[in-house]
């Protein structure tokens, strides 16, 4: 089955500074991802897609890039800010479906002011 | 608009106990998914259901676990016979038809947080 593996449990950076959160996963044939961000004591909110067919796409501060030759992608986070504080965790559609999420342990963002 | 709804956010059980979750999804939402997060690990899929219907049941434990989607009222989640392994947060999640890929229309709900003592 479909694994999904991150570079680091933990990240801090000063703010103003840009953060860059890494994720491995290890199914060829996965073709959506989605990053989301927990913050503490909530549940999981959507970030930011990309599709296999891509490997950039931006949004509002974000930006996810997709390597499908080495299988990892990130997350850049321009400009982090106290807000940006949380758990980011990066998942995958699984078990060839459009449904079920198969998620990374994710990785604890720390914004210093 | 109303978000998915979780209730309880907070439940203790003793050993041997049931514990019984609620999720409402949101509006217009057919489809209702539920997710267990052990401490400090990533969400794991449980079950996906539509009214009435359960569609895959395939992350859901063999036994003492259960889940239903009544053509009325809200989707629960059932436990019976709590163990301490049970303790988690378990997280409902909602999309108004599969989400057909599309990870933007699937909503979390803030969660329940069971604890076994």
């Known amino acids: 089955g479909e694994s999904v593996g991150l570079h680091l449990p933990t990240l801090s950076v000063q703010e103003g500074d840009n953060s860059i959160i890494n994720c491995a996963y290890s199914?060829?044939?996965?073709?959506?991802f989605i990053w989301y961000k927990q913050e503490s004591g909530k549940g999981p909110q959507f970030i930011i897609d990309i599709r296999s067919n891509m490997d950039k796409r931006q949004g509002q501060r974000v930006t996810v890039l997709l390597n499908k030759t080495v299988k990892h992608l990130s997350l850049q986070i321009a400009a982090t800010q106290p807000g940006d504080s949380a758990v980011y965790f990066c998942s995958l559609y699984s078990g060839g479906s459009n449904y079920k999420l198969t998620f990374g342990k994710g990785t604890l963002l720390t914004v210093n002011p | 608009n109303a978000g998915v709804m979780q209730n309880p956010r907070h439940l203790v059980r003793r050993r041997g106990q049931e514990a019984r979750l609620r999720c409402s999804p949101m509006?217009?939402?057919?489809?209702v998914y539920w997710y267990r997060q052990l401490p400090e690990e990533g969400l794991k899929f449980m079950v996906y259901l539509q009214k009435e219907n359960i569609i895959d049941e395939s992350g859901m434990p063999k036994e003492r676990f259960s889940a239903e989607f009544p053509k009325e009222g809200p989707s629960i989640l059932r436990i019976q016979q709590v163990v301490r392994g049970d303790s988690a947060a378990y997280f409902c999640a909602s999309s108004p038809a599969s989400s057909g890929g599309s990870g933007n229309t699937i909503y979390f709900g803030e969660g329940s947080w069971l604890t076994v003592v």
């Open positions: 199914n060829s044939a996965s073709d959506y």
């Open positions: 509006k217009g939402h057919s489809h």
